[in-house]
Protein backbone atom coordinates (compact mmCIF):
# COMPACT_ATOMS: atom_id res chain seq x y z
CA UNK A 1 0.00 0.00 0.00
CA UNK A 2 1.37 3.28 -0.83
CA UNK A 3 1.76 5.88 2.07
CA UNK A 4 0.41 9.01 2.09
CA UNK A 5 0.71 11.29 5.02
CA UNK A 6 -1.08 14.25 3.77
CA UNK A 7 -4.74 15.09 1.73
CA UNK A 8 -7.58 17.51 1.03
CA UNK A 9 -11.15 17.01 0.94
CA UNK A 10 -14.07 18.35 0.72
CA UNK A 11 -16.88 17.70 2.85
CA UNK A 12 -21.03 18.88 3.08
CA UNK A 13 -23.37 18.36 5.82
CA UNK A 14 -26.74 17.46 4.21
CA UNK A 15 -29.06 20.59 4.48
CA UNK A 16 -32.47 20.66 6.89
CA UNK A 17 -35.54 19.05 5.69
CA UNK A 18 -38.26 21.52 4.61
CA UNK A 19 -40.95 22.39 6.37
CA UNK A 20 -44.98 21.99 4.90
CA UNK A 21 -48.19 23.93 4.42
CA UNK A 22 -50.52 21.65 4.85
CA UNK A 23 -54.55 21.57 6.63
CA UNK A 24 -56.79 19.00 7.58
CA UNK A 25 -59.52 17.52 5.51
CA UNK A 26 -61.27 15.36 7.92
CA UNK A 27 -64.92 14.55 7.40
CA UNK A 28 -66.30 15.22 10.92
CA UNK A 29 -63.46 17.99 11.90
CA UNK A 30 -65.27 20.59 11.03
CA UNK A 31 -62.84 23.70 11.12
CA UNK A 32 -59.76 21.23 10.52
CA UNK A 33 -56.50 23.58 10.84
CA UNK A 34 -52.74 23.50 10.12
CA UNK A 35 -50.62 20.09 10.21
CA UNK A 36 -47.63 20.84 7.81
CA UNK A 37 -44.92 19.28 9.58
CA UNK A 38 -41.21 19.76 10.32
CA UNK A 39 -38.36 18.81 8.10
CA UNK A 40 -35.84 16.11 9.14
CA UNK A 41 -32.56 16.90 10.25
CA UNK A 42 -29.70 16.59 7.55
CA UNK A 43 -26.46 14.17 7.96
CA UNK A 44 -23.69 15.07 10.17
CA UNK A 45 -19.54 14.68 8.10
CA UNK A 46 -18.08 12.86 11.20
CA UNK A 47 -14.15 11.89 11.22
CA UNK A 48 -13.27 8.83 13.22
CA UNK A 49 -9.85 7.13 13.74
CA UNK A 50 -10.22 3.28 13.31
CA UNK A 51 -6.97 0.76 13.95
CA UNK A 52 -5.47 -0.72 11.09
CA UNK A 53 -4.99 2.06 8.91
CA UNK A 54 -0.99 3.50 8.66
CA UNK A 55 -1.66 5.67 5.51
CA UNK A 56 -4.55 8.16 4.13
CA UNK A 57 -4.04 6.79 0.13
CA UNK A 58 -7.85 6.62 0.39
CA UNK A 59 -8.27 10.19 0.18
CA UNK A 60 -6.17 10.51 -2.96
CA UNK A 61 -8.60 9.83 -5.58
CA UNK A 62 -11.94 10.67 -3.40
CA UNK A 63 -11.89 13.53 -2.01
CA UNK A 64 -15.96 15.08 -1.98
CA UNK A 65 -17.56 13.96 0.55
CA UNK A 66 -21.38 14.67 1.17
CA UNK A 67 -24.00 13.50 3.82
CA UNK A 68 -27.70 13.55 2.59
CA UNK A 69 -30.47 15.80 2.88
CA UNK A 70 -32.94 16.09 5.54
CA UNK A 71 -36.70 14.51 4.72
CA UNK A 72 -39.60 17.20 3.93
CA UNK A 73 -41.87 17.51 6.27
CA UNK A 74 -45.62 16.43 5.78
CA UNK A 75 -49.50 16.73 6.57
CA UNK A 76 -50.58 14.78 9.97
CA UNK A 77 -48.02 16.77 11.37
CA UNK A 78 -45.64 14.08 10.36
CA UNK A 79 -41.69 14.61 10.29
CA UNK A 80 -39.50 14.60 7.87
CA UNK A 81 -36.68 11.57 8.54
CA UNK A 82 -33.23 12.71 9.37
CA UNK A 83 -30.41 11.76 7.53
CA UNK A 84 -27.81 9.26 8.13
CA UNK A 85 -24.38 10.93 8.72
CA UNK A 86 -21.12 10.16 6.78
CA UNK A 87 -18.35 8.64 9.04
CA UNK A 88 -14.80 9.00 7.33
CA UNK A 89 -12.42 6.47 8.55
CA UNK A 90 -8.65 7.40 9.37
CA UNK A 91 -5.72 6.15 10.50
CA UNK A 92 -4.99 7.25 14.50
CA UNK A 93 -2.53 9.80 14.68
CA UNK A 94 -4.16 11.94 12.14
CA UNK A 95 -4.58 15.61 12.60
CA UNK A 96 -7.02 17.91 11.04
CA UNK A 97 -6.98 21.19 9.59
CA UNK A 98 -8.73 23.99 8.23
CA UNK A 99 -8.20 24.95 4.79
CA UNK A 100 -4.97 27.70 5.78
CA UNK A 101 -2.90 24.01 6.95
CA UNK A 102 -2.32 25.99 10.27
CA UNK A 103 -5.54 25.92 12.36
CA UNK A 104 -6.07 22.76 13.89
CA UNK A 105 -9.47 21.69 14.30
CA UNK A 106 -9.02 17.45 15.99
CA UNK A 107 -6.21 16.01 16.71
CA UNK A 108 -7.61 12.23 16.83
CA UNK A 109 -4.92 10.32 19.09
CA UNK A 110 -6.80 7.68 20.25
CA UNK A 111 -8.79 4.87 18.63
CA UNK A 112 -12.12 5.03 18.55
CA UNK A 113 -12.08 8.78 18.55
CA UNK A 114 -14.29 10.54 16.82
CA UNK A 115 -15.00 14.13 16.09
CA UNK A 116 -18.11 15.58 14.06
CA UNK A 117 -16.31 18.05 11.60
CA UNK A 118 -19.44 19.52 10.06
CA UNK A 119 -22.87 19.85 11.61
CA UNK A 120 -26.10 19.04 9.39
CA UNK A 121 -28.33 21.98 8.99
CA UNK A 122 -31.94 21.78 11.48
CA UNK A 123 -35.04 20.77 9.70
CA UNK A 124 -37.39 23.72 8.85
CA UNK A 125 -40.87 24.80 10.80
CA UNK A 126 -44.10 23.52 8.92
CA UNK A 127 -47.07 25.61 9.31
CA UNK A 128 -48.15 23.55 12.47
CA UNK A 129 -45.19 25.08 14.72
CA UNK A 130 -46.59 28.30 14.03
CA UNK A 131 -50.51 28.02 15.35
CA UNK A 132 -51.47 30.60 18.00
CA UNK A 133 -54.64 31.41 19.28
CA UNK A 134 -54.47 34.04 17.48
CA UNK A 135 -52.98 32.97 14.08
CA UNK A 136 -55.59 29.97 13.72
CA UNK A 137 -54.55 29.03 10.30
CA UNK A 138 -51.03 30.01 9.33
CA UNK A 139 -49.47 29.70 5.84
CA UNK A 140 -46.19 29.81 6.67
CA UNK A 141 -43.13 27.02 6.56
CA UNK A 142 -39.46 27.25 6.42
CA UNK A 143 -36.95 25.94 4.49
CA UNK A 144 -34.37 23.58 6.21
CA UNK A 145 -30.86 25.10 7.68
CA UNK A 146 -28.25 24.96 5.19
CA UNK A 147 -25.60 22.06 6.24
CA UNK A 148 -22.10 22.81 6.94
CA UNK A 149 -19.60 23.09 4.11
CA UNK A 150 -15.68 23.25 4.05
CA UNK A 151 -12.07 22.24 2.92
CA UNK A 152 -10.07 20.57 5.07
CA UNK A 153 -6.61 18.94 5.08
CA UNK A 154 -5.83 15.69 7.03
CA UNK A 155 -2.68 15.40 8.50
CA UNK A 156 -1.08 11.83 9.31
CA UNK A 157 1.73 12.03 12.78
CA UNK A 158 2.48 8.80 13.38
CA UNK A 159 2.31 7.42 16.84
CA UNK A 160 5.18 6.43 17.96
CA UNK A 161 7.07 6.76 21.28
CA UNK A 162 10.71 7.00 20.73
CA UNK A 163 12.02 8.50 17.01
CA UNK A 164 15.23 8.01 14.85
CA UNK A 165 17.33 11.00 13.49
CA UNK A 166 20.12 11.40 11.63
CA UNK A 167 21.83 12.03 8.41
CA UNK A 168 20.96 9.76 5.17
CA UNK A 169 23.63 6.80 5.91
CA UNK A 170 23.96 7.26 9.31
CA UNK A 171 22.12 3.49 9.51
CA UNK A 172 18.79 4.28 11.41
CA UNK A 173 17.16 1.47 8.87
CA UNK A 174 20.01 -1.00 10.20
CA UNK A 175 19.13 -0.18 13.89
CA UNK A 176 15.62 -0.42 13.44
CA UNK A 177 15.66 -3.91 11.92
CA UNK A 178 18.19 -5.49 14.41
CA UNK A 179 15.98 -4.19 17.42
CA UNK A 180 12.46 -4.76 16.10
CA UNK A 181 10.71 -6.72 14.16
CA UNK A 182 10.59 -4.26 11.21
CA UNK A 183 12.19 -4.95 7.73
CA UNK A 184 12.91 -1.95 6.23
CA UNK A 185 14.94 -1.78 3.15
CA UNK A 186 18.45 -1.28 3.69
CA UNK A 187 21.44 -0.08 1.38
CA UNK A 188 24.53 1.29 0.97
CA UNK A 189 23.48 4.64 -0.75
CA UNK A 190 21.51 8.00 1.02
CA UNK A 191 17.99 7.73 0.81
CA UNK A 192 17.59 4.22 1.22
CA UNK A 193 14.47 5.29 3.35
CA UNK A 194 11.84 7.22 1.30
CA UNK A 195 8.59 6.59 3.88
CA UNK A 196 8.93 6.55 7.71
CA UNK A 197 9.09 3.38 9.06
CA UNK A 198 7.57 1.85 12.44
CA UNK A 199 8.24 -1.19 14.59
CA UNK A 200 7.37 -2.69 17.97
CA UNK A 201 10.54 -3.40 20.68
CA UNK A 202 9.79 -5.60 22.83
CA UNK A 203 12.41 -5.47 25.91
CA UNK A 204 10.98 -8.16 27.88
CA UNK A 205 7.17 -9.97 29.13
CA UNK A 206 6.37 -6.22 29.93
CA UNK A 207 8.11 -3.38 28.25
CA UNK A 208 8.07 -2.41 24.73
CA UNK A 209 7.57 0.68 22.85
CA UNK A 210 7.34 2.08 19.40
CA UNK A 211 9.88 3.49 17.80
CA UNK A 212 9.53 5.95 14.17
CA UNK A 213 12.58 5.85 11.39
CA UNK A 214 11.65 8.60 8.74
CA UNK A 215 13.87 9.67 6.30
CA UNK A 216 17.32 11.04 6.31
CA UNK A 217 17.69 14.76 7.14
CA UNK A 218 20.39 16.50 5.31
CA UNK A 219 22.07 20.44 5.55
CA UNK A 220 19.13 22.94 3.88
CA UNK A 221 16.58 20.23 4.57
CA UNK A 222 14.37 23.16 6.34
CA UNK A 223 14.15 24.86 2.98
CA UNK A 224 13.42 21.62 1.03
CA UNK A 225 16.92 20.24 0.16
CA UNK A 226 16.72 16.53 -0.19
CA UNK A 227 13.32 14.96 1.07
CA UNK A 228 13.05 18.42 2.97
CA UNK A 229 11.42 18.38 6.76
CA UNK A 230 8.40 17.04 5.70
CA UNK A 231 8.10 13.63 7.17
CA UNK A 232 9.54 15.57 10.76
CA UNK A 233 5.83 15.54 11.91
CA UNK A 234 5.97 11.60 12.26
CA UNK A 235 8.35 12.34 15.34
CA UNK A 236 6.56 15.20 17.07
CA UNK A 237 4.41 12.97 19.79
CA UNK A 238 7.97 10.97 20.19
CA UNK A 239 8.79 11.30 24.11
CA UNK A 240 12.90 11.00 23.28
CA UNK A 241 15.01 11.25 19.64
CA UNK A 242 17.77 8.81 19.06
CA UNK A 243 20.46 11.07 17.23
CA UNK A 244 22.41 8.25 15.36
CA UNK A 245 25.74 8.92 13.70
CA UNK A 246 27.94 7.37 11.11
CA UNK A 247 31.05 6.42 12.80
CA UNK A 248 32.65 6.18 9.62
CA UNK A 249 32.85 9.56 8.91
CA UNK A 250 35.74 12.44 9.56
CA UNK A 251 33.47 14.80 11.34
CA UNK A 252 30.91 13.31 13.47
CA UNK A 253 30.18 16.74 15.62
CA UNK A 254 29.57 18.45 12.03
CA UNK A 255 26.66 15.39 11.60
CA UNK A 256 24.99 16.35 14.99
CA UNK A 257 25.27 19.72 14.25
CA UNK A 258 23.95 19.90 10.97
CA UNK A 259 20.36 17.92 12.41
CA UNK A 260 20.45 19.90 15.39
CA UNK A 261 20.01 22.50 13.17
CA UNK A 262 17.50 21.27 10.37
CA UNK A 263 15.41 20.07 14.24
CA UNK A 264 14.97 23.88 15.13
CA UNK A 265 14.88 25.17 11.39
CA UNK A 266 11.53 23.06 11.51
CA UNK A 267 9.78 23.68 14.83
CA UNK A 268 7.32 21.63 16.53
CA UNK A 269 9.11 21.30 19.56
CA UNK A 270 11.64 19.01 18.08
CA UNK A 271 14.54 20.57 19.20
CA UNK A 272 13.62 20.31 23.03
CA UNK A 273 12.81 16.70 23.47
CA UNK A 274 15.32 14.39 25.16
CA UNK A 275 18.24 13.32 23.04
CA UNK A 276 20.39 10.45 23.14
CA UNK A 277 23.80 10.38 21.21
CA UNK A 278 24.74 6.84 19.38
CA UNK A 279 27.79 6.74 17.49
CA UNK A 280 27.14 3.96 15.01
CA UNK A 281 29.32 1.54 12.99
CA UNK A 282 31.36 0.36 15.82
CA UNK A 283 32.59 -2.25 14.01
CA UNK A 284 34.10 -0.45 10.80
CA UNK A 285 35.91 2.26 13.39
CA UNK A 286 39.23 1.40 14.51
CA UNK A 287 40.35 2.46 18.64
CA UNK A 288 42.09 5.67 17.78
CA UNK A 289 38.95 6.94 15.50
CA UNK A 290 36.49 5.62 17.95
CA UNK A 291 38.04 7.41 21.40
CA UNK A 292 38.74 10.73 19.48
CA UNK A 293 35.14 11.06 17.82
CA UNK A 294 33.70 10.13 21.11
CA UNK A 295 35.58 12.61 22.79
CA UNK A 296 34.40 15.50 20.41
CA UNK A 297 31.13 14.53 20.15
CA UNK A 298 30.44 14.27 23.95
CA UNK A 299 32.61 18.25 24.42
CA UNK A 300 29.87 19.54 21.65
CA UNK A 301 26.98 17.74 23.04
CA UNK A 302 27.75 17.83 26.69
CA UNK A 303 26.58 14.75 27.55
CA UNK A 304 27.96 10.88 27.60
CA UNK A 305 27.70 8.86 23.80
CA UNK A 306 26.70 5.67 23.15
CA UNK A 307 28.49 3.42 20.84
CA UNK A 308 26.81 1.19 19.01
CA UNK A 309 26.90 -1.42 16.12
CA UNK A 310 23.39 -2.25 14.34
CA UNK A 311 25.12 -4.60 12.00
CA UNK A 312 26.47 -6.62 15.34
CA UNK A 313 23.97 -5.58 17.61
CA UNK A 314 26.67 -4.74 19.91
CA UNK A 315 25.71 -1.55 21.84
CA UNK A 316 22.05 -1.89 20.63
CA UNK A 317 20.31 -3.33 24.32
CA UNK A 318 22.13 -0.14 26.01
CA UNK A 319 20.46 2.01 24.02
CA UNK A 320 17.06 0.09 24.05
CA UNK A 321 17.27 0.37 27.47
CA UNK A 322 18.02 4.49 27.91
CA UNK A 323 14.85 4.99 25.10
CA UNK A 324 12.53 2.72 27.19
CA UNK A 325 13.63 4.98 30.77
CA UNK A 326 12.86 7.93 28.84
CA UNK A 327 9.36 6.40 27.05
CA UNK A 328 8.58 4.98 30.45
CA UNK A 329 9.28 8.28 32.38
CA UNK A 330 7.13 10.40 29.62
CA UNK A 331 4.09 8.37 30.18
CA UNK A 332 4.36 8.59 33.66
CA UNK A 333 4.38 12.28 33.58
CA UNK A 334 1.29 12.19 31.60
CA UNK A 335 -0.40 10.02 33.53
CA UNK A 336 0.43 12.44 36.76
CA UNK A 337 -0.90 15.88 34.53
CA UNK A 338 -4.08 13.55 33.46
CA UNK A 339 -4.97 12.94 37.00
CA UNK A 340 -4.38 16.33 37.96
CA UNK A 341 -7.23 17.87 35.15
CA UNK A 342 -9.66 14.91 37.25
CA UNK A 343 -12.15 16.98 39.45
CA UNK A 344 -12.10 16.07 42.74
CA UNK A 345 -15.77 14.97 44.07
CA UNK A 346 -16.31 16.23 47.94
Excluded at 91 to 115: H, M, N
Excluded at 217 to 239: M, P, Q, S, V, Y
Excluded at 291 to 307: D, H, N, W
Aim: glycine content about 14%.
Amino acid sequence: MKFLDEAKIWVKAGDGGDGVVAFRREKYIEFGGPDGGNGGKGGNVIIQAVAGLNTLIDYRYSQHFKARKGGNGAGSDRTGAASDDVVLKVPVGTVILGEDKETVLADLTKEGQKVIIAQGGDGGHGNAHYKTSTNRAPRRADKGYPGEEMWLWLRLKLIADAGLVGLPNAGKSTFLAASSGARPKIADYPFTTLNPQLGVVRLNATEEFVLADIPGLIEGAAEGAGLGTRFLGHIERCAVLLHLIDGTQPDPVGAWRTVREELEGYGGGLIDKPEIVALNKLDAMTPQAKASRIKALERATGAPVLVISGVTGEGVPEALRKLADAVYADREQRKAEEARKIPRLG
